[in-house]
Antibody, heavy 121, light 106 residues
Framework: EVQLLESGGGLVQPGGSLRLSCAAS????????MNWVRQAPGKGLEWVSG????????YYADSVKGRLTISRDNANNTFYMQMNSLRAEDTAVYHC??????????????WGQGTLVTVSS | SYDLTQPLSVSVALGQTARITCGGN??????VHWYQQKPGQAPVLVIY???NRPSGIPERFSGSNSGNTATLTISRVQAGDEGDYHC?????????FGGGTKLTVL
C-alpha cells in the first residue's frame, strides 16, 4: 500500500523559512517523480514543484521560483522542500503527491493528507 | 501561461448524469487528468489521460477531450460523489490545475 506522510508544517513569520518532508512507502521510490501541491484555505489546487525519480530534473511554479528548493533522498525514501522568504500568500495545506511518471510531473496517482503552513506575524 | 476554466458549481439529481467541463485553448491536444476531493481529504485521481480510470474507480466515471473542452461524466450519480472536482494538464514545463468545480447532489 502506497503511503505518503508529510511533516514540517507550522506557523512562521513573513520572511521566515520552513522545511517540509514527505516520507514515502509502498512503492519503488526512485522510479517515480514526486511533487508538492498546495491548497490555500477555500481555494483550488496549485502545483508548486516537482522532481524526477532520479533527482536530476526539478520543476517549479513561477510563483515560487527562487524561494523554494526541492530535493530527495532515494536511499531513505524521503522528499523535501526548503521554503525561504515566506509570504502570507504561501499559507496553505501542502500535499506531497506521487507522479505516475519517473520523469516529468504528468499526473498524481497518490497523495498525502497534507501539512499546514501558516505565514503570519 | 496556460489557463483551465471550470464552472464553479454543478448540481445534479440523485441517479442522474453529471457533466463537469474543463476549458482550455486546444486542450484536445493535451492529456487531461481529473481528481475528486471530498471535504477534509486529499484529492483522488479518478480519470487520467483523458479517458482512463485508475484501478478501483467505478465505471460510472468517464472522460472525454476534444477541441477546447474536456469533460468528466459521472453516470448514475450517488450521494457519495459530492465534492470538488479538479482538472489538470501538463503544459511544457509546468502543471496547471483548473479552479475546481463543486458537485452537489440534489
Amino acid at each position: 500500500e502506497v503511503q505518503l506522510l508529510e511533516s514540517g508544517g507550522g506557523l512562521v513569520q513573513p520572511g521566515g523559512s520552513l522545511r517540509l518532508s514527505c516520507a514515502a512507502s509502498g512503492f519503488t521510490f526512485s522510479n517515480y517523480g514526486m511533487n508538492w501541491v498546495r491548497q490555500a484555505p477555500g481555494k483550488g489546487l496549485e502545483w508548486v514543484s516537482g522532481i524526477s525519480g532520479s533527482g536530476d530534473n526539478t520543476y517549479y511554479a513561477d510563483s515560487v521560483k527562487g524561494r523554494l528548493t526541492i530535493s530527495r533522498d532515494n536511499a531513505n525514501n524521503t522528499f523535501y522542500m526548503q521554503m525561504n522568504s515566506l509570504r502570507a500568500e504561501d499559507t496553505a495545506v501542502y500535499h506531497c503527491a506521487k507522479s505516475s511518471s519517473g520523469t516529468y510531473p504528468k499526473n498524481f496517482d497518490y497523495w498525502g493528507q497534507g501539512t499546514l503552513v501558516t505565514v503570519s506575524s | 501561461s496556460y489557463d483551465l476554466t471550470q464552472p464553479l458549481s454543478v448540481s445534479v439529481a440523485l441517479g442522474q448524469t453529471a457533466r463537469i467541463t474543463c476549458g482550455g485553448n486546444n486542450i484536445g491536444n493535451k492529456n487531461v487528468h481529473w481528481y475528486q476531493q471530498k471535504p477534509g481529504q486529499a484529492p483522488v485521481l479518478v480519470i487520467y489521460s483523458d479517458t482512463n480510470r485508475p484501478s478501483g474507480i467505478p465505471e460510472r466515471f468517464s472522460g472525454s477531450n476534444s477541441g477546447n473542452t474536456a469533460t468528466l461524466t459521472i453516470s448514475r450519480v450517488q450521494a457519495g460523489d459530492e465534492g470538488d472536482y479538479h482538472c489538470q494538464v501538463w503544459d511544457t514545463t509546468t502543471v496547471v490545475f483548473g479552479g475546481g468545480t463543486k458537485l452537489t447532489v440534489l
